[in-house]
């Protein structure tokens, strides 16, 4: 059945698919306060995030991302990666998580057939860690990450927010993927509806981290058909890759060829659009599918060139735990 474009001519085949928005953690830059139950914990069930992602591999996906709040919030986590990784036509399985439970968890994951696994890391300073996160878990988190790594992977990836108070920890970073293999990427501090006094006093440009790069011999890398939206570096002395992912740079949404759907079944043309198509309604049976197909179709000629960033509007999404970034 082809692949999904928009108005612009850009193919989607990369799912974002949030699972949760319960998160344990308490980042400054998404859920200071932590996480506030709204209304009933309703979210997508197996056979409802099944028939979704059958449903985009019709329309030509390749590439799902399990998000949050915190995936691993959800007790039949391993469920859904085995009812999604059975899709035909999905080729990368990954999953984004704070890692907190990682080193127990990642053999079952792995098993049950995720392929990728991106880790949010924003410094490896413990304590810079535990006033960004609200907790004192950077070990165990660590631990988690050399764990996948053992366990063969695609492919094992850190996030980390760009900001003032992550700017000391490049070359710490550097060290850390001298001898592993994992892709580092410093994602820049985006606005929302709530962070509008940190994002003032936090922001920083991702020229900073390519200065940086470039002035210690880091060069950058050819990107992927389905990659996201990181621009990797490499350096001859390390296994691994730094990134930056620059939401910010003129030209950012150009490539974009991400959808989302929320934990409560609603398609998310962008992170920062509206709030959402609802496609819940249509996730209860297979004998609606076409009908599914074609408001999933319809719906992509109402994708906006790009985020409104730069005029200081985030959208509908007042943090990223809503829609999983
Ligand atoms: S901000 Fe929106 S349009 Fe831009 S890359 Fe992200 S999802 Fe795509």
Redesign the pocket.
């Known amino acids: 059945m082809g692949s999904l474009s928009d108005g612009f001519g850009r193919r989607f085949h990369y799912l974002r698919l949030s699972v949760t928005e319960v998160c344990n953690f308490r980042c400054t830059y998404c859920l200071p306060d932590g996480y506030r139950k709204a209304g009933p914990q309703d979210f997508l069930s197996v056979d409802e995030a099944g028939r979704l992602v059958s449903a985009f591999a019709d329309l030509g996906l390749k590439k799902v991302r399990l998000t949050g709040g915190e995936p691993s919030a959800r007790k039949d986590l391993d469920a859904i990666i085995a009812r999604v990784a059975a899709v035909p036509g999905v080729e990368k399985l990954a999953l984004t998580t704070n890692g907190w439970n990682l080193a127990d968890k990642a053999e079952a994951w792995r098993a049950a057939g995720l392929s990728h696994l991106n880790v949010s890391v924003d410094s490896l300073d413990p304590g810079t860690f535990e006033r960004l996160t609200g907790h004192a878990r950077l070990d165990q988190v660590l631990a988690g990450v050399d764990r996948a790594l053992d366990l063969g992977f695609q492919a094992v990836k850190l996030n980390a927010v760009l900001m003032r108070d992550t700017a000391e920890g490049f070359a710490a970073f550097a060290d850390f993927v001298r001898e592993r293999p994992v892709a580092v990427r410093f994602i820049e501090l985006m606005r929302t509806g709530d962070n509008a006094e940190l994002f003032r006093a936090q922001h920083l440009s991702g020229l900073v981290l390519k200065d940086w790069l470039t002035a210690n011999g880091w060069r950058p890398r050819e990107r992927g058909f389905d990659d996201g939206?990181a621009i990797e570096y490499e350096h001859p002395r390390h296994a691994g890759r730094l990134g930056l992912i620059a939401?910010y740079a003129p030209g950012?949404?150009d490539?974009?060829?991400?959808?989302?759907v929320t934990a409560r079944g609603k398609l998310r043309?962008?992170?920062?659009?509206d709030g959402g198509i609802e496609l819940r309604d249509l996730l209860q049976s297979d004998t609606v599918r076409p009908a599914l197909l074609a408001r999933i179709i319809d719906s992509l000629g109402a994708?906006?060139?790009?985020?409104r960033?730069h005029e200081n509007d985030p959208g509908a999404t007042r943090h990223l735990a809503q829609v999983g970034g």
């Open positions: 939206p939401p950012f949404c490539s974009c060829n991400r959808l989302r043309l962008c992170l920062f659009g994708k906006a060139a790009g985020h960033l």
